[in-house]
């Protein structure tokens, strides 16, 4: 029983880490070969170096605090994509159906964006962004301990393209 | 006696620093043997080289600079994702113990960098964005905290443009 036990906990938490960051895993293996789309992707390794260091302003801060927690980012957007709408419909429902929760929807004349979370006591562990507009198409998962006053302050900071979009979160 | 066994010293400090410096030569060579037959112009640059660059005297570049013990940049004439050896390139430092930091793939784009950490961290990385075609090893520490105030208030093309062309055009005269 104590065995049956431990097994199932064992694949619940594997399960857990798996899940984090499959859906845009798939985007990515459906991609990887379309030299349309832009990929990147930042490893833990990259945000672990912010960990150890000593800020000398509130602005370093805050961005050590931000950065310093994530474990993760991956990105995958086009500027010249053909079927834009249907692609973002798609990635939507992939994100509804594994369970993400909806964070916030962001609809304007350009694009619709759509940020999603899944947390885990109150912390929130993934945020998938999808936008798409006439021509563009943009996912976006974040993973690690993510706090979203921080995520867009560190948007706002960074000046990168598809990343600016973040900046939302802090909005309204 | 007391000159063979200084001798016998002087020959010992020499292998044991040949012994130090080829690991750390030898990490440099995947690298410099990919960029070997699409490389413009190899630089190599140290923090006070680097801050030498630094025209606007950005104490913040300087800061993010400081710790860094050398900095080996090949400028290149052909994208390095469609050089032949780019999968060796990688499974060599993978072999080394460098881990993936950072890829970018796609729209006629390309950067990855991996590192290692240790003692002093070392970085290795090769890019086709936005025209600027390079290959770099870094070996030292970086003032990362500094990249947002850089981000805001510092023109980063200085630097870049006097790398891909300045310095490079100063180096062959």
């Given at each position: 029983?104590?065995?049956t036990?431990?097994?199932?906990?064992?694949m619940?938490?594997?399960?857990?880490?798996?899940a984090?960051g499959?859906?845009?895993s798939?985007?990515?293996?459906q991609f990887?070969?379309?030299?349309?789309?832009?990929?990147?992707?930042?490893?833990?390794?990259?945000?672990?170096?912010?960990?150890?260091?000593?800020?000398?302003?509130?602005?370093?801060?805050?961005?050590?605090?931000?950065?310093?927690?994530?474990?993760?980012?991956?990105?995958?957007?086009?500027?010249?994509v053909?079927?834009?709408?249907?692609?973002?419909?798609?990635?939507?429902?992939?994100?509804d159906?594994?369970?993400?929760e909806?964070?916030?929807?962001?609809?304007?004349?350009?694009?619709?964006?759509?940020f999603?979370?899944?947390?885990?006591?109150?912390?929130?562990?993934?945020?998938?962004?999808?936008?798409?507009?006439?021509?563009?198409?943009v996912?976006?998962?974040?993973?690690?301990?993510?706090?979203l006053?921080?995520?867009?302050?560190?948007?706002?900071?960074?000046?990168?393209?598809?990343?600016?979009?973040?900046?939302?979160?802090?909005?309204? | 006696?007391?000159?063979?066994?200084?001798?016998?010293?002087?020959?010992l400090?020499?292998?044991?620093?040949?012994?130090?410096?080829?690991?750390?030569?030898?990490?440099?060579?995947?690298?410099?043997?990919?960029?070997?037959?699409?490389?413009?112009?190899?630089?190599?640059?140290?923090?006070?080289?680097?801050?030498?660059?630094?025209?606007?005297?950005?104490?913040?570049?300087?800061?993010?600079?400081?710790?860094?013990?050398?900095?080996?940049?090949?400028?290149?004439?052909?994208?390095?994702?469609?050089?032949?050896g780019?999968?060796?390139?990688?499974?060599?430092?993978?072999?080394?113990?460098?881990?993936?930091?950072?890829?970018?793939?796609?729209?006629?784009?390309?950067?990855?960098?991996?590192?290692?950490?240790?003692?002093?961290?070392?970085?290795?990385?090769?890019s086709?964005?936005?025209?600027?075609?390079?290959?770099?090893?870094?070996?030292?520490?970086i003032?990362?905290?500094?990249?947002?105030?850089?981000?805001q208030?510092?023109?980063?093309?200085?630097?870049?443009?006097f790398?891909?062309?300045?310095?490079?055009?100063?180096?062959?005269?």
């Amino acid at each position: 029983m104590k065995r049956t036990i431990i097994a199932i906990t064992m694949m619940a938490i594997a399960s857990g880490v798996f899940a984090q960051g499959a859906i845009i895993s798939k985007y990515f293996d459906q991609f990887s070969n379309n030299d349309e789309y832009v990929k990147v992707s930042v490893s833990s390794k990259m945000f672990s170096l912010f960990t150890e260091l000593e800020p000398d302003t509130e602005e370093e801060k805050d961005f050590l605090e931000a950065i310093s927690k994530l474990k993760g980012l991956k990105m995958i957007m086009g500027d010249s994509v053909t079927d834009a709408a249907k692609l973002y419909s798609k990635a939507i429902a992939d994100v509804d159906k594994a369970g993400y929760e909806e964070l916030m929807t962001v609809k304007d004349a350009e694009e619709n964006i759509k940020f999603s979370i899944k947390d885990s006591n109150g912390i929130i562990q993934e945020l998938i962004m999808v936008g798409g507009g006439k021509n563009d198409f943009v996912i976006l998962s974040l993973f690690g301990e993510i706090d979203l006053k921080n995520i867009s302050k560190l948007a706002k900071t960074m000046k990168v393209d598809g990343l600016s979009r973040l900046k939302k979160l802090d909005e309204d | 006696m007391k000159i063979e066994s200084r001798q016998t010293m002087k020959i010992l400090y020499l292998f044991c620093a040949i012994g130090v410096s080829a690991p750390l030569m030898a990490q440099e060579k995947p690298l410099k043997d990919f960029a070997e037959g699409i490389r413009d112009r190899k630089i190599c640059l140290y923090a006070s080289t680097l801050r030498m660059i630094n025209l606007e005297k950005n104490a913040d570049f300087n800061q993010l600079v400081n710790g860094i013990d050398k900095l080996l940049i090949y400028t290149l004439h052909s994208d390095p994702g469609e050089r032949s050896g780019y999968q060796s390139l990688i499974s060599s430092y993978q072999e080394e113990g460098f881990d993936e930091y950072v890829s970018l793939t796609g729209d006629s784009k390309m950067l990855m960098i991996y590192g290692k950490e240790g003692n002093k961290d070392q970085f290795v990385g090769v890019s086709n964005v936005e025209g600027y075609r390079l290959a770099f090893y870094l070996k030292g520490e970086i003032g990362w905290q500094k990249i947002p105030s850089l981000l805001q208030n510092f023109n980063n093309n200085v630097i870049f443009d006097f790398i891909q062309n300045d310095l490079s055009s100063e180096l062959n005269d």
